[in-house]
C-alpha cells in the first residue's frame, strides 16, 4: 500500500508596511535660548491683523511739529511679501501736504518686563524720521511722561548712520530724554535688514542692534524717577519733520519705505522646577 502524506506548503508571509520616515519638525526661527515667546507678527497676511494693530489717523502735528497727515489707507500702511510696508509720500491730503502711518498695540497687547525686536530696513533722506517704540498704557489716565516712553530704535535722514535709543520720563523728556546711539556702515540701515531690541528687566534696560548690546540704563544714571515698571504698547512710525530731525528739502526722494519683516516678544523662561 502507498501512502500518501498531504504536506501544506507555508503560506508567504504578508510582507510589512515600510517603517515611516519621521521628519522632526524643524526649530521655528523664533526661538531664543532662555526665552519664551509672547507674542509676534510675520507680516504674513494680506492686510494688517487688527486684531494686532490700531492704525492711528490725523495731522495734528503729535507733539513735534511733524508734517505728514497718519492715515490708514494701503497707499500709506500695507502688507507686501511677509513684510510690513509703511510708506511716506509727498501729497496734499486734509491740509498736510505729506502722508504716511503709525500704527500700535495700545488695547490690544501691553507687556511688563521682557524681549522686544523687530527686523527693518530703513528709509533715508533729510526730514524723515522711522520709529520703533513704547509708551506706558497708562497714558490715558497718566499723561506723557509720566506713563513712560521707551525708544527702541529712532533714526533721522540727517544722520544717516545713527540709530538711537533713549527714555522719556517726569524730567527728562523731548530734548532732555536719556538715550544714547550706535553707528552702522554707510548705507547699511537702507540697503540690509537689521535686528533692533531692547531687554527690559526690573532697574535695568539694554539697547541692541543685530544682538549687539550698544547701551545700558538703570534707575541710578537717570537720577530722577524710574517709571518702567509697568505695562507698556508697542508703536511703529515713520514721520516726515519735527524738531528734532528737521524737514524736508530738495535733496528728500519720496516716496520712502519703512519695511518690517517681524515684531516679536519674548520674556524669560521660568526655571524647571527639579
Not at 530696513?121 to 524720521?129: M, V
Not at 517726569?170 to 553707528?183: A, D, K, L, N
Not at 535733496?251 to 523662561?269: A, C, G, H, I, K
Amino acid at each position: 500500500m502507498v501512502l500518501f502524506v498531504s504536506c501544506s506548503v507555508p503560506p508567504t508571509p504578508t510582507s510589512l508596511p515600510p517603517t515611516p520616515t519621521i521628519t522632526p519638525e524643524p526649530t521655528p526661527e523664533w526661538e531664543r535660548p532662555g526665552w519664551t515667546l509672547i507674542w509676534q507678527d510675520e507680516f504674513e497676511g494680506s492686510e494688517l491683523d487688527p486684531e494686532k494693530w490700531v492704525a492711528e489717523i490725523g495731522g495734528h502735528g503729535w507733539g513735534n511739529n511733524e508734517y505728514q497727515f497718519y492715515t490708514d489707507r494701503p497707499e500709506n500702511i500695507r502688507l507686501e511679501n511677509g513684510n510690513l510696508v509703511i510708506e511716506a509720500r509727498k501729497e496734499f491730503f486734509i491740509r498736510r501736504h505729506y502722508t504716511s502711518g503709525r500704527i500700535k498695540t495700545q488695547g490690544l497687547f501691553s507687556f511688563t518686563y521682557g524681549r522686544v525686536e523687530a527686523r527693518m530696513k530703513l528709509p533715508y533722506g533729510q526730514g524723515i524720521w522711522p520709529a520703533f517704540w513704547m509708551l506706558g498704557d497708562n497714558i490715558d489716565e497718566v499723561p506723557w511722561p509720566l506713563s513712560g516712553e521707551i525708544d527702541i530704535m529712532e533714526h533721522i535722514g540727517k544722520e544717516p548712520r545713527r540709530i538711537y535709543g533713549t527714555v522719556h520720563g517726569p524730567g527728562y523728556s523731548g530734548s532732555g530724554g536719556i538715550g544714547h546711539f550706535t553707528t552702522l556702515p554707510e548705507n547699511s540701515l537702507q540697503e540690509e535688514f537689521h535686528t533692533f531690541a531692547i531687554e527690559w528687566d526690573p532697574g535695568e534696560i539694554r539697547w541692541f542692534v543685530d544682538d549687539e548690546q550698544f547701551f545700558t540704563l538703570s534707575p541710578e544714571q537717570v537720577n530722577k524717577e524710574w517709571v518702567y515698571d509697568h505695562p507698556f504698547f508697542i508703536l511703529i512710525n515713520l514721520a516726515v519733520g519735527g524738531y528734532w530731525p528737521g524737514y524736508p528739502d530738495e535733496s528728500t526722494v519720496f516716496p520712502q519705505f519703512l519695511t518690517v519683516d517681524y515684531v516679536r516678544v519674548y520674556q524669560r523662561t521660568e526655571p524647571t522646577a527639579e
